[in-house]
């Protein structure tokens, strides 16, 4: 029996930021001192999803450099780290590579390619095809993966077991979805407790663009049972030892690339744990998650809200608040002929208990003055649905008035 002592290192990538995500690697390499294996992201280098920026070859080039910068920094922990690595012909591959003393050791293409759903990874990159080999680090063979291949039939898990792995690891960039979770511990669990080697399975966390990803790390032993996860919806460094069953030398026949050799440490490290998230709490952080990334992301730093008293613009100022902070929401009240004083009552409430920079416009001349404009139309005044709707733009072009 061996025994690794491994990092999750969750952390927040920025799609195209090539030099903050190289400054975020490096910003936890003290936390990850003394470990024998730190796994990243699925495109830590570039940022995930990298869509059309996989097509302009200057910008693989300069990822190319900001990888090396990584491999630079490594030391006696062996770092996983995702990038775009480019092929013959033009050809970029979704790809991680294994950093060791200051030098990439080896690199691994993701085979599986998903098209479904918010993938279109056939469209972007090259499928791997090449041999595999595993990595010994911490005197453990290792394979590595990336996100789809622990997933399909047939993949090249499969092959990494007859071919000698003792332990899978897989980086991964899985967006959230109610119920993901669950599906993803079901995999992981059930691959490590059919092969009898640990599993463990590395997650990207933020939000990008549409997209929201959970974190939600997770490690299970040789029999199946996890033994350590990562927080939802923040960034983190989870470290743990996990027991790796040893196989006999003639088990496999896959090239091993040497790494680092076992450590003897003194006692066994346990992950913290972590408190699984109930439905409404997942969903919240969800919104909350996606809501600070697309605003801090996009270069924005502060939101506007028009704030009328209801449940909704309540709950969209709350996540506001809590995902900007609430000196970076701004709200708007806009109050008509039928609103009624108990819904600005409310409103006023939320903005006492929030702490928010709070204005109030009324719409009531600028209503008038539409109206009088329509009503020397043949079809007359607004009434009705009309009428609701003229409300609705009036408020709509005070919030973008206000937010410019």
């Given at each position: 029996?061996?025994?690794?002592?491994?990092?999750?290192?969750?952390?927040?990538?920025?799609?195209?930021?090539?030099?903050?995500?190289?400054?975020?690697?490096?910003?936890?390499?003290?936390?990850?001192?003394g470990c024998d294996l730190a796994l990243f992201p699925e495109m830590t280098v570039t940022g995930?999803?990298?869509?059309?920026?996989?097509?302009?070859?200057?910008?693989?080039?300069?990822?190319?450099?900001?990888?090396?910068?990584?491999?630079?920094?490594?030391?006696?922990?062996?770092?996983?780290?995702?990038?775009?690595?480019?092929?013959?012909?033009?050809?970029?591959?979704?790809?991680?590579?294994?950093?060791?003393?200051?030098?990439?050791?080896?690199?691994?293409?993701?085979?599986?390619?998903?098209?479904?759903?918010?993938?279109?990874?056939?469209?972007?990159?090259?499928?791997?095809?090449?041999?595999?080999?595993?990595?010994?680090?911490?005197?453990?063979?290792?394979?590595?993966?990336?996100?789809?291949?622990?997933?399909?039939?047939?993949?090249?898990?499969?092959?990494?077991?007859?071919?000698?792995?003792?332990?899978?690891?897989?980086?991964?960039?899985?967006?959230?979805?109610?119920?993901?979770?669950?599906?993803?511990?079901?995999?992981?669990?059930?691959?490590?407790?059919?092969?009898?080697?640990?599993?463990?399975?590395?997650?990207?966390?933020?939000?990008?663009?549409?997209?929201?990803?959970?974190?939600?790390?997770?490690?299970?032993?040789?029999?199946?049972?996890?033994?350590?996860?990562?927080?939802?919806?923040?960034?983190?460094?989870?470290?743990?030892?996990?027991?790796?069953?040893?196989?006999?030398?003639?088990?496999?026949?896959?090239?091993?690339?040497?790494?680092?050799?076992?450590?003897?440490?003194?006692?066994?490290?346990?992950?913290?744990?972590?408190?699984?998230?109930?439905?409404?709490?997942?969903?919240?952080?969800?919104?909350?998650?996606?809501?600070?990334?697309?605003?801090?992301?996009?270069?924005?730093?502060?939101?506007?809200?028009?704030?009328?008293?209801?449940?909704?613009?309540?709950?969209?100022?709350?996540?506001?608040?809590?995902?900007?902070?609430?000196?970076?929401?701004?709200?708007?009240?806009m109050p008509s002929r039928y609103s009624s004083d108990h819904s600005i009552a409310d409103a006023?409430?939320?903005?006492?208990?929030?702490?928010?920079?709070?204005?109030?416009?009324?719409?009531?001349?600028?209503?008038?003055a539409f109206a009088a404009t329509l009503t020397t139309t043949p079809e007359g005044g607004p009434?009705?649905?009309?009428?609701?709707?003229?409300?609705?733009?009036?408020?709509?072009?005070?919030?973008?008035?206000?937010?410019?």
């Amino acid at each position: 029996m061996n025994r690794i002592r491994l990092a999750l290192v969750q952390v927040n990538t920025v799609v195209g930021d090539l030099s903050g995500n190289v400054e975020r690697i490096r910003n936890r390499l003290d936390e990850i001192a003394g470990c024998d294996l730190a796994l990243f992201p699925e495109m830590t280098v570039t940022g995930y999803p990298l869509e059309d920026l996989v097509h302009k070859p200057g910008f693989v080039a300069d990822s190319q450099a900001a990888l090396a910068e990584v491999a630079e920094m490594s030391g006696s922990c062996a770092l996983v780290v995702g990038f775009a690595d480019p092929g013959p012909g033009g050809v970029v591959h979704n790809a991680v590579a294994v950093c060791h003393g200051g030098r990439i050791v080896g690199t691994y293409h993701k085979e599986c390619l998903p098209t479904y759903d918010v993938f279109d990874e056939g469209r972007d990159y090259e499928p791997g095809s090449g041999p595999l080999q595993l990595f010994r680090v911490g005197g453990v063979r290792v394979a590595v993966t990336i996100c789809e291949d622990l997933w399909v039939a047939g993949g090249p898990v499969g092959r990494f077991l007859d071919g000698g792995a003792e332990m899978i690891v897989t980086v991964n960039g899985s967006p959230y979805h109610q119920g993901k979770q669950a599906a993803r511990e079901s995999v992981v669990t059930a691959t490590a407790a059919a092969s009898g080697r640990p599993v463990a399975y590395l997650n990207l966390v933020g939000g990008q663009d549409q997209l929201v990803f959970d974190g939600g790390s997770v490690v299970a032993d040789s029999m199946g049972s996890i033994v350590g996860r990562g927080p939802r919806f923040r960034e983190a460094v989870v470290i743990l030892d996990v027991d790796v069953p040893t196989l006999e030398s003639g088990d496999g026949d896959l090239p091993v690339v040497e790494v680092s050799d076992a450590v003897q440490r003194g006692g066994y490290l346990v992950a913290p744990a972590v408190e699984p998230l109930g439905e409404v709490a997942e969903l919240y952080g969800a919104l909350v998650t996606a809501t600070r990334d697309y605003v801090r992301k996009s270069g924005f730093s502060d939101v506007c809200i028009g704030l009328s008293g209801g449940v909704d613009s309540a709950l969209v100022a709350t996540i506001a608040a809590d995902a900007l902070g609430p000196q970076h929401v701004h709200v708007v009240l806009m109050p008509s002929r039928y609103s009624s004083d108990h819904s600005i009552a409310d409103a006023m409430d939320l903005v006492s208990a929030q702490g928010l920079d709070a204005v109030t416009l009324p719409i009531e001349d600028v209503h008038q003055a539409f109206a009088a404009t329509l009503t020397t139309t043949p079809e007359g005044g607004p009434v009705g649905l009309t009428d609701e709707n003229l409300q609705s733009r009036i408020r709509g072009v005070l919030l973008m008035a206000r937010a410019n």
